[in-house]
């Protein structure tokens, strides 16, 4: 069973940038796809970034698309998100997961296994 920790969250103002990382233990990450969540008050949770096995291809919701980077270090068995031109609603929670396949599915709903998430707070 893999164990997810997220790190690099913060306070930030807005038009500034955070990176997050998440670290994987207990197994490699190497065969499945990643993906960043995040959860504001009193929403739901949403997808915003995620990446196949091999790093080659990346999806974006719309509300991060151009703003945001996913990548993967599958020799240290790392998943970042670059976050840049932060806005005030970027503030949530954020939380890495591992999909149960190399690739995700066009729903974003297979992530089997989630870390505990990392604060962001992006201040106006």
């Known amino acids: 069973q893999v164990q997810l920790v997220e790190s690099g969250g913060g306070l930030v103002q807005a038009g500034g940038s955070l990176r997050l990382s998440c670290a994987a233990s207990?197994?490699?990450?190497?065969?499945?796809?990643m993906g960043w969540f995040r959860q504001a008050p009193g929403k739901e949770r949403e997808f915003i970034a995620a990446?196949?096995?091999?790093?080659?291809?990346?999806y974006y919701a719309d509300s991060v698309k151009g703003r945001f980077t996913i990548s993967r270090d599958n020799a240290k068995n790392l998943v970042f998100v670059q976050m840049n031109s932060l806005k005030p609603e970027d503030t949530a929670v954020y939380y890495c997961?591992?999909?149960?396949?190399?690739?995700?599915?066009?729903?974003?709903?297979?992530?089997?296994?989630w870390g505990q998430g990392t604060q962001v707070t992006v201040s106006s």
């Open positions: 990446i196949t096995w091999s790093g080659a291809t990346t």
């Open positions: 207990g197994r490699s990450i190497d065969r499945y796809a």
């Open positions: 997961a591992e999909s149960r396949y190399g690739r995700p599915g066009p729903a974003f709903d297979d992530f089997d296994y």
